[in-house]
């Protein structure tokens, strides 16, 4: 290779950018072209279809279904390009006819200035029972968020002042996933899935609690891999030697694993540098940079692992080059002790999460490591490398305990109490809501916040009465709304009977 | 949500703007910067590099388009970044195309005075102007986004072998054709 050719590929990169669009069009043509809603309904499907153990694992996925409400009118929410999801109201386990429910939200905005968009939430329910009987039910109070974010996202609980215990409750990834050309110009909507594809407007929302299926699933006890057999290879002490007049300027393995896909699937966990799939021969090929002089920033230990799910791969082969690129790649002597062990595979994921895990150290309400570990494992069959299909995302193996923990998803806390008969006790959440944004204020928002409220939205209390309190502290304007807030005429506090709430506001002049 | 929106909050040195694109494009980069480099930590660090360089030149450009603007980028620092490590550390898809490009040189003694860039590029620009649609889209698709050969032909429907001898004979094509413009490189 000449540094002409070199040149040649670099002056390419100021070809016109009309010809640019043409070409990226016509890539685009060749990723299949499904209407969002389709897309969705698929997913729905795929969520309710409980598929047995085969050779890899699958169950529910808990995508949502159905459209969005992209523009929104003047009295409607719209979606948000940061969208952080409507307050949802508290429901109870089991549904209890003699229970009924008032409700009292405050906005209040005392903190707004000061710690961003976040409004600070008082959520508070009173339930009244009407039996002749004390009733004790399990309650859970439902948030949006990702379990990096619960120890600062977590509302706080109280039942009439006294704060009470509770435990998390976790659904499954809110979202679905996406083409790279999405929302590109003659891009396709939907085809691929090599990116996230995060709620958006409340409407997802009520799609994915619609029916009590998201909820359900949450319930439903997680993939458990004990007894799958899982061969790890770990690869120790890389090392290479050169021979007289021979130079490398980059010295790699490469690591060819013979393998039959239908039977095996073959992850990594970390310090491949890049990956090959030859499914003429059978074999998937791993590269790694042998740690040295050369080797730029790949000051480690050398030590890399590869796990096979399924069947037994057979023996891999390993190769040294000189360098990467293939018209300079010589034969290097060269070579790696692997080692390969049969472990079980929910062991395995254990440790690995383990070890992950400890990142959330010193966190004060942290999310509880089986519920995050147990996610994890439902992401690895539900869109990730055990999957079926798995998402473009993670064709090429992540074993990446941290992907399960930035999705975002409904959570709930979870307290028992008593409610007394023919009285009544007043649960409050109290919580910090960060405000949906939309930075290109392409859609009539003016770079302020808006929260959301739902009034009924996953829950089955018989709700009496619900209403709604905006301390505004003089720091904000209303933009939008349909609260019926009126800070001129000093109304500020309304009665809800529609199903969501919404108010876009932005910081008062001067 | 139009780029022209997203161009005026660079303008406005608002940081969200920065979220946007990365929101809007930033995928679109990444695979464009992996398939090139080969390495995911490469492209996730070229999608940074990408962000960067949008902040540090808008202002005072203004493009149109946005997306040609990121993938051009995209392109040009996965190529800085590919040819700066002096055959260590490459790998992706632009070794493969390398040695297909050296059909494409032109037959020039190499004491001549080696043409720049952007004259290299508007040549080229040119030569693809003279194609038919689908053999500009073809070229482009191999040599400008690294598609493999194997993926177009499968999105065109086509033998991947009839489209190997159609690009043998456009690297040919350019070859002849930045010959005629006197082109060195």
């Known amino acids: 290779m000449s540094e002409k050719c070199v040149n040649l590929l670099a002056a390419l990169g100021g070809l016109e950018e009309e010809l640019i669009l043409e070409a990226a069009e016509d890539r685009a043509k060749k990723r299949r072209r499904w209407p969002r809603r389709l897309v969705k309904t698929l997913a729905a499907c795929a969520a309710l279809a409980v598929i047995g153990v085969g050779a890899f694992y699958f169950l529910p996925s808990g995508a949502h279904s159905g459209g969005t409400n992209v523009g929104g009118k003047g009295d409607e929410p719209r979606s948000f390009l940061l969208y952080e999801g409507p307050v949802l109201p508290l429901t109870l386990r089991d549904e209890q006819e003699d229970i009924s429910a008032e409700r009292s939200v405050t906005l209040d905005f005392t903190g707004w200035d000061t710690d961003g968009t976040e409004l600070l939430i008082r959520d508070s329910c009173t339930l009244k029972n009407a039996s002749g009987e004390d009733r004790t039910v399990r309650a859970l109070y439902p948030f949006i968020g990702r379990f990096y974010e619960v120890s600062d996202r977590r509302p706080t609980l109280t039942l009439d002042g006294v704060e009470l215990d509770t435990t998390l409750l976790a659904g499954y990834y809110a979202g679905g996933y996406e083409g790279p050309w999405k929302g590109s110009v003659g891009g396709d909507e939907n085809g691929g899935s090599v990116n996230m594809n995060y709620p958006d407007s409340w409407e997802d929302y009520r799609d994915l609690l619609a029916g009590g299926s998201y909820f359900a699933a949450a319930e439903s006890p997680y993939p458990d891999f004990t007894g799958v057999t899982a061969w790890v290879y770990d690869l120790t002490d890389p090392w290479y030697t050169l021979a007289e007049g021979q130079t490398a300027s980059r010295p790699v393995l490469h690591v060819t694993v013979p393998l039959d896909p239908a039977k095996t699937r073959l992850l990594h966990t970390g310090g491949v540098s890049g990956w090959s799939w030859d499914d003429g021969e059978g074999r998937m090929r791993f590269q790694y940079d042998i740690p040295g002089e050369t080797s730029g920033s790949y000051q480690d230990d050398g030590h890399r692992t590869i796990v096979a799910v399924g069947e037994e791969p057979g023996e891999p082969k390993i190769e040294g080059f000189t360098a990467v690129a293939e018209d300079q790649a010589r034969p290097l002597e060269a070579g790696a002790t692997i080692t390969k062990r049969a472990v079980d595979l929910e062991e395995y994921l254990r440790a690995l999460a383990l070890e992950q895990y400890g990142g959330y150290d010193g966190q004060e309400g942290r999310p509880d490591f089986e519920t995050v570990y147990g996610q994890f494992k439902l992401w690895l069959v539900t869109d990730g490398p055990l999957a079926r299909e798995p998402k473009e995302r993670y064709l090429d193996g992540y074993l990446n305990f941290g992907e399960a923990a930035s999705l975002v998803r409904v959570l709930w806390l979870e307290a028992e109490i008593t409610v007394p008969a023919g009285a009544s006790v007043t649960l409050t959440a109290e919580l910090h809501k960060t405000g949906s944004s939309d930075p290109f204020r392409s859609r009539g928002s003016v770079g302020g916040a808006e929260y959301e409220l739902a009034t009924r939205l996953g829950s089955n209390l018989a709700f009496t009465n619900q209403s709604a309190t905006l301390e505004d502290r003089g720091k904000i304007e209303i933009v939008r709304q349909n609260f019926g807030f009126d800070l001129k005429k000093g109304v500020k506090t309304v009665t809800l009977t529609g199903e969501i709430y919404f108010l876009e506001v932005k910081a008062k002049a001067g | ?185």
């Open chain 2, 1 to 185: 949500m139009e780029d022209t929106e997203l161009v005026e909050l660079f303008w406005a040195r608002d940081e969200s703007a920065l979220a946007g694109v990365s929101e809007k494009y930033g995928g679109l980069c990444r695979e464009l910067a992996r398939r090139l480099l080969g390495s995911d930590r490469d492209a996730e660090e070229c999608v940074s590099d990408v962000l960067l360089r949008l902040w540090e030149s808008i202002p005072p450009q203004r493009p149109l388009s946005l997306k040609a603007y990121m993938l051009k980028i995209t392109r040009n620092l996965t190529v800085d970044r590919w040819r700066g490590s002096t055959a260590a550390f490459r790998a992706g898809e632009l070794t493969a195309l390398t040695p297909e490009l050296e059909a494409c040189l032109p037959a020039f003694p190499s004491a001549e005075e080696v043409s720049g860039e952007r004259e290299t590029a508007e040549a080229v620009d040119r030569w693809l102007k003279s194609l038919p649609k689908d053999d500009r889209t073809l070229f482009l698709r191999r040599y400008w986004f690294g598609d493999t050969v194997k993926e177009i032909a499968q999105s065109r429907g086509v033998p991947a072998n009839r489209l190997a001898q159609k690009l043998n004979r456009l690297r040919g094509g350019l070859r002849r054709a930045l010959e005629k413009e006197g082109i060195v490189l």
